[in-house]
């Protein structure tokens, strides 16, 4: 459409919010910060045995370009970092049903979906499974940047051929 870079998202960057708070890593933490019927949670956390040196850490949220914004970690799991893309390509092929590709991507697919299907109902945030969380909060973190409202309105002034 022209423009001169990519979307800018401004979203919980998880890694830093967590970064160097315990000696090992957290049990399970998603970045959240979508609203859900009033409510905002951002970095849920749980650490096990271990007691971070700072409980309460405020969200680290800042500005991503949409090809890091969508790399960047949705969910760590015992160390494992679970990026945006991975949580919607797992919501779309398990909850919406998206199939493509070739049996070997399949195969490598369903091996993809049984390693993060752990996670989908062992944290519950506001009554709504986890990763249903995130995906709501990627979802009106990409619809809420004023670069998707400049996009959309781009588009909508478009003269076509």
């Known amino acids: ?39 905002r949670c951002a970095c849920a956390v749980v650490w096990k045995n271990t007691k971070p040196e700072e409980p309460n850490p405020s969200p680290v949220e800042r500005p991503f370009g949409l090809s890091e914004y969508v790399a960047s970690a949705s969910a760590i799991v015992e160390g494992d970092i679970i990026s945006r893309r991975a949580v919607i390509r797992y919501m779309s092929n398990v909850r919406g049903g998206v199939h493509l590709g070739t049996a070997k991507s399949r195969r490598q697919e369903k091996a993809f979906t049984s390693r993060i299907a752990a996670l ?38 478009r003269k076509v051929p």
């Open 120 to 157: 989908e109902s062992a944290v519950n945030i506001l009554t709504v499974h986890g990763l249903l969380y995130e995906l709501v909060s990627i979802g009106q973190a990409v619809a809420q940047a004023p670069d998707s409202t400049l996009l959309i309105e781009t588009f909508r002034h």
């Open 1 to 39: 459409m022209g423009f001169a870079r990519e979307p800018r998202i401004t979203a919980i960057d998880l890694q830093a919010t967590i970064a160097g708070r315990a000696e090992v890593p957290p049990v399970v933490a998603l970045a959240g910060g979508g609203l859900y019927k009033g409510w």
